[in-house]
T-cell receptor
Framework: RKEVEQDPGPFNVPEGATVAFNCTYS??????FFWYRQDCRKEPKLLMS???SGNEDGRFTAQLNRASQYISLLIRDSKLSDSATYLC?????????????FGKGTKLSVIP | IAGITQAPTSQILAAGRRMTLRCTQD?????MYWYRQDLGLGLRLIHY???????GKGEVPDGYSVSRANTDDFPLTLASAVPSQTSVYFC????????????FGNGTRLTVT
């Protein structure tokens, strides 16, 4: 099993739709989680951190499911400007080891 | 404006040539990283530095070297470029080495011919 996996998509959704992405991770001791957004030919930019209790930022909701080892990103009322690739990041540190792993990303296209 | 600056933005390089990609940050972040991004392979860590004066190898370090003489600068050198090093290179930094999110530079698009 790969360390961090994402459905590459593309997810093609109409404006106003709700869309959700998952990111699974293999190391059950992973401690920190983030979602990034990357536009075509641009650098990744931090979208939001993922907290154990779940967190929301406007139309975006991030959740962590430790039992099933995945994080999710929910986008409500999709906008054309949400079209991008969404990357998850999983961090593990312990026993002298440190690992920060990016998923390969899920591509979202919001269609008029 | 605080952030990370990479130079050059793009470069075409003949195989066998030496090249240094520059990265400077003014956020006083302790940790810095170099990634390459290739289609279908995602972001892969080349080298990192958790504080000035120390460096470490990432997932794909072969053919690359780095130095961290001070907090702000983290250059990446290709001693003798090969076509497989054609990629987009991103420098990133974070306040600490553990748990804090990364901030990325704009990237350097390198083509080795």
């Amino acid at each position: 099993r790969k360390e961090v996996e994402q459905d590459p998509g593309p997810f093609n959704v109409p404006e106003g739709a709700t869309v959700a992405f998952n990111c699974t991770y293999s190391n059950s001791a992973s401690q920190s989680f983030f979602w990034y957004r990357q536009d075509c030919r641009k650098e990744p930019k931090l979208l939001m951190s993922v907290y154990s209790s779940g967190n929301e930022d406007g139309r975006f909701t991030a959740q962590l499911n430790r039992a099933s080892q995945y994080i999710s990103l929910l986008i409500r009322d999709s906008k054309l400007s949400d079209s991008a690739t969404y990357l998850c990041v999983v961090i593990y540190s312990g026993a002298g080891s440190y690992q920060l792993t990016f998923g390969k990303g899920t591509k979202l296209s919001v269609i008029p | 404006i605080a952030g990370i600056t990479q130079a050059p933005t793009s470069q075409i390089l003949a195989a066998g040539r030496r090249m240094t990609l520059r990265c400077t940050q003014d956020m006083r972040h302790n940790a810095m990283y170099w990634y390459r991004q290739d289609l279908g392979l995602g972001l892969r860590l080349i080298h990192y530095s958790n504080t000035a004066g120390t460096t470490g190898k990432g997932e794909v370090p072969d053919g690359y070297s780095v130095s961290r003489a001070n907090t702000d600068d983290f250059p990446l050198t290709l001693a003798s470029a090969v076509p497989s090093q054609t990629s987009v290179y991103f420098c990133a930094s974070s306040p600490s080495f553990l748990f804090s999110p990364l901030h990325f530079g704009n990237g350097t698009r390198l083509t080795v011919t």
